[in-house]
């Protein structure tokens, strides 16, 4: 599960941006001309009335904007967030609620009074909340996109809610977001001499008797990085014993449950321990025999597959 603490966590527009004001104006909420507007990182966008104020913000693995109607009365955000697996009912809602009591900067009396699984995979939760002893509600719509938590709340005085409810839904259905600028964004190169890939921007790097470790914030994912230099090239009878030999000395990640050639020509292994399985990938180029692993939990191996995959994809193994 991502990290609930760094949701959203030390935003500049927790400072920058006023909060909602509740007043007695029954002048509805202007939603007129229409703009598309994009965040800086370009990781999302959508459209939103042209005389909305806007905020944005940024961390390495985050974007957010926060929106607010000229008269303070009413407020949308966007959010999108790296994700390193597909989310549980269970996992989903709690999420959303906290994503969204940090985005509204823990207001008081904060309750959610209703969630629902949509059929397009939504998680919609309903809250209430008071600041100023005024009463607020809202709503927020949150997906788990491959790579990518996405969310777009938005809330207002309780006594104009029905209204701005019904007069943002095209804004929020219209809100989008760009899995090219994600992978740019929220992945940096880790490299070494015989390896290079794609791994989370604000996951770190440790060295380790195995190889390089890079946990996940929440801890329930690490991928490793080995390599061991050869003194020849090896043909595919060999290589294939080195790999098994690699695979037991690496004893730690568990037993060895199945060893696969594929057709990329590298090997696939799989290791099972107690609660966890470990996915892992061996090639050789230059001399250099190198496997990328991901140590999961094991009873959701498969909603981390999205993730593997893609961290996979950019597996590039050789001397520079």
């Known amino acids: 599960m991502i990290d609930h603490r760094r949701l959203a966590s030390g935003w500049l527009i927790l400072s920058a941006l006023a909060f909602l004001a509740a007043c007695s104006n029954s002048t ?3 939603v007129g001309n ?3 507007v994009a965040h800086n990182t370009k990781t999302f966008s959508l459209m939103m009335p042209a005389s909305w104020q806007q905020v944005q913000d940024k961390a390495s693995t985050e974007s957010v904007t926060v929106f607010t109607d000229p008269t303070r009365r009413a407020e949308l955000i966007a959010y999108t967030g790296l994700l390193d697996h597909r989310l549980t009912d269970d996992e ?3 999420i959303a609620s906290d994503l969204t009591n940090n985005l509204l900067r823990h207001p008081d009396e904060y309750v959610v009074t209703d969630r629902q699984r949509r059929s397009d995979g939504a998680f919609v939760v309903k809250v209430a909340y008071s600041r100023n002893q005024q009463k607020y509600l809202g ?3 949150l997906f788990d996109n491959d790579l ?3 969310a777009v709340i938005y809330d207002s005085a ?3 809610w029905p209204q701005v409810h019904d007069a943002l839904q095209p804004f929020v259905t219209s809100f989008k977001v760009d899995p090219t600028y994600v992978q740019g964004t929220y992945f940096a190169p880790v490299e070494n001499i015989g390896y290079a890939f794609a791994g989370p921007a604000d996951w770190q790097p440790q060295n ?3 190889g390089t470790l890079i946990h996940s914030p929440s801890g329930r994912i690490t991928i490793i990085a080995v390599q061991r230099p050869l003194s020849t090239t090896l043909d595919a009878p060999a290589l294939a014993q080195a790999t098994l030999s690699l695979a037991r000395n690496m004893a730690s990640l568990g037993k060895l449950v199945s060893s696969e050639q594929l057709p990329d020509g ?13 996915i892992g990938y061996v090639d050789q180029k230059d001399q250099i025999l190198a496997g990328l692993l991901f140590d999961v939990p094991l009873e959701q191996a498969d909603a981390y597959q999205p993730f593997i995959d893609f961290v996979y994809s950019t597996f590039v193994t050789g001397k520079p």
Request: hydrophobic content about 35%; aromatic content about 6%; glycine content about 2%.
């Open 34 to 36: 229409p703009i598309e």
């Open 158 to 160: 309780e006594s104009i």
């Open 139 to 141: 709503e927020a719509v």
């Open 148 to 150: 990518t938590l996405s």
């Open 28 to 30: 509805p909420i202007d």
């Open 266 to 278: 590298r090997t696939k292994l799989v290791f099972e321990r107690s609660q966890h399985q470990v």
């Open 208 to 210: 380790s008797s195995i």
């Open 92 to 94: 989903g809602f709690k």
